[in-house]
């Protein structure tokens, strides 16, 4: 039995669960609102929601989407009491996720969220290439027009930015100095690319696609700040073997099995940018045509 964990309204893990049922697998998709009891049943763990049950051994393999495994907490009113019994349940939840874990995966909610200054230094060490950056809290340091600014943080979304609408954090260049201090910010030298690159790792293999975005000054920064009315030109692309095999030697490096990694070219180098091990991947699946939902799928 395949586990699926995610998002309710995720796109692409529906899309995998097409080819789960071509293929005739057997899966359980949780979602992020379910709460589960864990009890045990002839000596043998089982999880049960209002709309899911299983026994963890039936479990043979899991793919970690989005969201996560939430369990339900028996309150005592003797303080002392609960405060023990909190305890032994948070063990019991523990060794849940952890033996899940253990079996075959896609992703593993522990390690879901990357921290990008210790993904650089990794990415150094292996050997790519990564554009120079610092933090600081001040401008003095930043040279106008060649240096730009993006969040440390994995999201780049703000939720309920205004009026209940979202806001995207997009990278974007350095045009005038800053009077006062502020928050430990990242800085990052501005490298004039010739596209950018988004590469889809699944166990040891890449599937990549060049986005052409450098010539609307739109995208020209960041390609996420999509021009909807002319959309930049994509295609497939082979990233060099070399460069693939320090991409294996990251992930390993991470204990990441799956994830989406970005590239920029410029001229005989290929800068890497970051990596999220949950990112997008329909888009690429789709123009490229790689079937990656079908690749997952398979994989489970």
């Known amino acids: 039995m395949i586990l699926i964990i ?9 899309d995998v669960i097409k080819w789960l049922i071509v293929l005739e697998k057997k899966f359980i998709r949780i979602h992020e609102d379910e709460i ?11 999880l049960e929601s209002s ?37 032994t349940q948070h063990w019991l939840e523990d060794y849940v996720k952890k033996k899940l874990e253990t079996i075959k995966h896609i992703n593993k909610e522990s390690n879901s969220l990357v921290n990008k200054l210790l993904v650089l230094e990794e990415a150094e060490n292996v050997g790519l290439d990564v554009p120079s950056y610092y933090l600081a809290e001040n401008t003095d340091d930043v040279i106008l027009g060649e240096t730009i600014v993006k969040t440390i943080a994995g999201n780049a979304m703000l939720e309920s ?14 045009e005038e100095f800053e009077n006062e201090d502020f928050f430990p910010t990242f800085f990052q030298e501005k490298i004039e690319k010739d596209f950018e690159i988004r590469t889809f790792y699944l166990n040891g293999k ?15 920064v ?3 700040n999509y021009n909807y009315e002319k959309r930049n030109k994509n295609v497939r692309y082979n990233l060099p073997k070399e460069i693939e095999e320090k991409v294996h030697q990251l992930m390993q490096l991470l204990d990441l099995n799956c994830g989406s990694l970005d590239f920029m070219k410029s001229g005989e180098k290929y800068y890497f940018l970051e990596v999220n091990p949950i990112g997008q991947f329909g888009y690429l699946s789709k123009i490229c045509n790689y079937s990656l939902e079908k690749e997952i799928a398979e994989y489970l």
């Not at 589960?36 to 089982?46: N, T, V």
């Not at 930015?161 to 350095?174: A, L």
Request: with cysteine; proline share 0%.
């Open 6 to 14: 995610s998002d309710n309204n995720d796109i692409s893990t529906t």
């Open 36 to 46: 589960f009891e864990i009890k045990i049943i002839k000596k043998r763990f089982f």
């Open 161 to 174: 930015f205004y009026k209940n609408s979202n806001g995207m954090m997009f990278t974007s260049v350095v």
């Open 206 to 220: 890449c599937w990549s696609i060049a986005i052409f975005s450098q010539n609307d000054e739109q995208t020209k």
């Open 222 to 224: 960041d390609f996420r």
């Open 51 to 87: 709309s899911n049950r299983f026994f963890l051994d039936d479990i043979s393999s899991v793919w970690y989407r989005r969201g996560g495994l939430n369990f339900k907490r028996i309150r005592y009113k003797n303080n002392s009491i609960n405060i023990n019994m909190n305890e």
